[in-house]
Each structure stands twice: as C-alpha cells, then as structure tokens.
C-alpha cells in the first residue's frame, strides 16, 4: 500500500511540474517583455554614447519582441508605451503615437506613456498637447514630470 501511494504522490507532482511547465503563456508574455526593455535600456546607454545606428538596431530589436508581447496580452500599457516608445525613436512619430494613445485608454495617468507622449508632441511641434501630458504629471512628484517640464522649457534637449 505504501508503494502505491508512493506512486502515486510521485505522478501527481510529475503531472503539476509537466503542467506548470507547460503553461509558459504568461511566462513568454512577461520574457518578451522583459527581453525587449532590456533591449531599450541598452539602446538608451549607446544613444547616450552616440552610437545612434548600434542603438537604432537594437531598437529595431525591441520593437519586435514587443510586437509579440502585445499580440498575446492587448492591455498591458508597459508594452504599449514602450512600442510607442521604439517606434519614437525610430523616427515613426505618428505609429509612435498610435501606441502611446492605446496605452493611455488602459491607463490615462500612465507616467511614462504621458512623459514619451509629451516628448512626441515637443519633436512634432505640438507644445499645448506637450503641455497637457505635462498637467497629468503635475501631481505625481516624479521624475517623469520634471523630465517633460524640461524639455518643454527648453532647458533640455529631446534628440527624438
């Protein structure tokens, strides 16, 4: 009898550990994700470096993996912004836009899509609109609220 059980305690956890790894929908939804921001954040350290066409590939890069993030989870507004965030610097402005205006119907107080958002409205010459991400920020006391008043103010330079 003890064995039986023994056999059976053995294929109930062999059955869950198949199962959970098995299951790796949101395991991939969250790898993608976390793959392409590692991506961007790469990208960030080479345009700071000015190696703009090293950090336009690796941009490239992230934009894609995001692009099958999105396709399995339509209301994360992290991937969203950061889709919107990719094509921003590849100088897709208006695809950019698309992005960051989906992400804020999941989530309007969102303060990186506000911020880049903002940004998007400074490089194509929309300051009021630059100005209304501002005043979503306003009360956040955070750093993507300084960045955007900068850059608004002019005392920061937005490359793109």
């Known amino acids: ?27 991939t939804k969250i790898d993608l994700y976390k ?18 066409d090293k950090a336009l590939k690796l941009y490239s890069k992230a934009y894609d993996r995001l692009l099958k993030a999105y396709k399995k989870d339509k209301k994360n507004p992290d991937i969203l912004n950061y ?9 897709d402005y208006e695809k950019g836009e698309e992005y960051y205006l989906l992400g804020l119907q999941i989530d309007p107080d969102h303060k990186g899509i506000n911020e880049y958002l903002g940004e998007l409205y400074v490089v ?23 960045e955007l008043k900068e850059i608004i ?4 330079q937005s490359k793109y």
């Open 1 to 27: 009898m003890k064995k039986i059980i023994f056999l059976l305690s053995i294929l109930l956890i062999s059955n869950n550990c198949l199962a959970a790894g098995s299951s790796n929908d949101g395991a």
């Open 153 to 156: 103010e002019g005392k920061k």
């Open 124 to 146: 194509t010459d929309r300051i009021d609109l630059a100005k209304e991400r501002l005043s979503v920020l306003k009360n956040c006391n955070c750093e993507e609220y300084k």
């Open 83 to 91: 889709l919107g965030y990719t094509l921003r610097k590849k100088g």
């Open 35 to 52: 793959a392409a921001k590692k991506l961007v954040l790469r990208a960030k350290k080479l345009e700071k470096k000015n190696k703009i």
